[in-house]
């Protein structure tokens, strides 16, 4: 899913962890001032890093419990909404933002490319 969302011919570390409800809404709090855990937070990676050196994309910390209530109440695969947030993920650890309108188009778009590609339906189509 990374690879996917990282493009072609790209390298470097990635880390993901996963962590439980207690662990995500400390983080969220700590690090974006919000109450309770969030589905994804992404932690770019350093941008000034010696040449020869490899690219450190950044961390992606992903609350499970989070991601598979979230699966089951969008009727979703949770593989699949899984999927999803790491592709988010990743795109934000490349500098992708959803803050307006225009950026939240473009990277849902970018999202949906990705996943349709890994032979993921489109996470934003709304379901019966």
């Excluded at 995500?24 to 990676?45: D, E, H, M, Q, Y």
Aim: hydrophobic residues 40%.
């Amino acid at each position: 899913w990374v690879t996917a969302a990282l493009g072609p011919g790209a390298s470097g570390a990635l880390a993901i962890r996963l962590v439980g409800l207690a662990e995500g809404a400390a983080l969220n709090s700590t690090w974006r001032k919000k109450s309770g855990p969030t589905n994804v937070l992404a932690f770019p990676g350093p941008e000034d890093l010696p040449p020869g050196v490899p690219r450190e994309y950044g961390d992606l910390v992903i609350c499970l419990p989070v991601v598979l209530q979230e699966a089951a109440e969008q009727g979703k695969p949770p593989l699949h909404h899984l999927a999803h947030l790491v592709v988010h993920g990743t795109l934000h650890l490349l500098g992708h933002t959803h803050d307006g309108e225009a950026d939240a188009a473009r990277m849902e778009a970018l999202e949906t490319r990705v996943l349709a590609g890994l032979g993921i339906p489109d996470p934003y189509e709304l379901r019966d």
